[in-house]
């Protein structure tokens, strides 16, 4: 993360932790980027502006590094989200003065409609903060990408019929865990601009899934537990 040009100025500075026993480095050694693409939102909100719009002295929010995932950005055995969540906060705080967080991760199942999950509980109990002055924790909604259902196939055959977004309202694609919490601001994904490669739409006549300013085609949504708005 430290390494990508564009937010180092908001890397240098907040003092970075790992919660993974016995993984002391805060650097994402996989591939997939997830630490660095979470910070960049968190730093910038988007590369669009900031590559194609640049203003000059244009500030980067500080942004301090909490890390749970491996480096294949999975989240792993030995850390437990509910012991980790209140210490994560209590250390950012401690040290970085931090309030609120980027909680971009997910279990890889929907939520139980039945009950609060204890990684739901935990993110509203850390967000009360015992009635003190609290946390604002922006979870994700979590992601379609076949890995949990729907499964790929169905989600291109809904892509026809009934097409996008209506497909987004499918109970297979509410909420993932613990996207339900209720202290907590649950936020999904949307197109700020759309577009297809040149080449797909010259040859393949290949046009975007859904347009701009429109929820993401791989986004899930609400309503949470109990019938809450996510």
């Known amino acids: 993360i430290p390494e990508q040009p564009l937010i180092r100025q908001a890397l240098n500075g907040p003092v970075h932790r790992s919660f993974i026993p016995g993984t002391p ?3 994402d050694g996989g591939g997939e980027g997830h630490g660095t693409a979470t910070a960049s939102v968190a730093a910038m909100g988007g590369l669009r502006r900031k590559l194609l719009e640049p ?7 500080p942004v301090a590094v909490a890390r749970v995932l491996d480096d294949n950005s999975a989240l792993p055995e030995s850390v437990n989200m509910k012991s980790a969540l209140p210490e994560i906060a209590s250390q950012m705080r401690l040290q970085n ?3 609120v967080f980027n909680h971009s991760l997910a279990s890889r199942a929907p939520f139980n409609r039945q009950r609060m999950s204890v990684w739901a509980e935990a993110l509203d109990r850390t967000a009360y903060d015992n009635g003190g002055a609290g946390y604002l924790f922006i979870v994700a909604t979590g992601n ?3 890995g949990v ?11 026809t019929r009934p097409g996008h977004p209506r497909y987004l309202t499918n109970e297979k694609c509410r909420l993932r865990n613990p ?4 202290n907590v601001l649950t936020v999904g994904a949307y197109v700020p601009r759309a577009g297809a490669p040149f080449a797909q739409r010259q040859n393949f006549n290949r046009r ?6 429109a929820p993401s085609p791989f986004t899930r949504t609400g309503p949470g537990y109990l019938g809450a708005i996510k």
């Open 208 to 213: 975007p899934v859904a347009p701009s300013g």
């Open 55 to 61: 203003v000059a002295g244009d500030q980067v929010l």
């Open 144 to 146: 379609i990408d076949g």
């Open 149 to 159: 259902s729907p499964s790929t196939t169905e989600l291109e055959g809904w892509l």
């Open 179 to 182: 996207a339900q919490a209720i």
């Open 97 to 99: 003065r931090a309030r």
């Open 25 to 27: 480095s805060v650097i």
